[in-house]
């Protein structure tokens, strides 16, 4: 079975940077897209940013001009560059990947990691 595993996060000042990582177990299966979700205490899961395969990109009003998504299709990894971080974006970031086994399958998986912390101290 497919497993995400995220790691980069940490406690950063203000106007700091981090660079979160995210690699799948498995590279046989073909991601259709990336994405990092974040959760604040008591607040609902929200979008980041993802990324298709082919390279497009989605980024939330809040972290548009801050943050970089990229992939390695190869690795079947993402990584998500966090620029001028502010107290808002503390959270837990979640790798999110949806898949298939092959470029004929029409069924697709979803994966989650664990989650990674990220706090900015203001």
């Known amino acids: 079975q497919v497993q995400l595993v995220e790691s980069g996060g940490g406690l950063v000042q203000a106007g700091g940077s981090l660079r979160l990582s995210c690699v799948a177990s498995?590279?046989?299966?073909?991601?259709?897209?990336m994405a990092w979700y974040r959760q604040a205490p008591g607040k609902q899961r929200e979008l980041v940013a993802s990324?298709?395969?082919?390279?497009?990109?989605y980024y939330s009003d809040s972290v548009k001009g801050r943050f970089t998504i990229s992939r390695d299709n190869r690795k079947n990894s993402e990584y998500l560059q966090m620029d001028r971080l502010k107290p808002e974006d503390t959270g837990t970031y979640f790798c999110?990947?949806?898949?298939?086994?092959?470029?004929?399958?029409?069924?697709?998986?979803?994966?989650w990691g664990q989650g990674t912390q990220v706090t900015v101290a203001s």
């Open positions: 990324i298709r395969e082919g390279g497009h990109t």
């Open positions: 498995e590279t046989i299966f073909i991601m259709d897209s």
């Open positions: 999110y990947g949806r898949g298939r086994r092959d470029v004929d399958s029409f069924t697709l998986y979803d994966f």
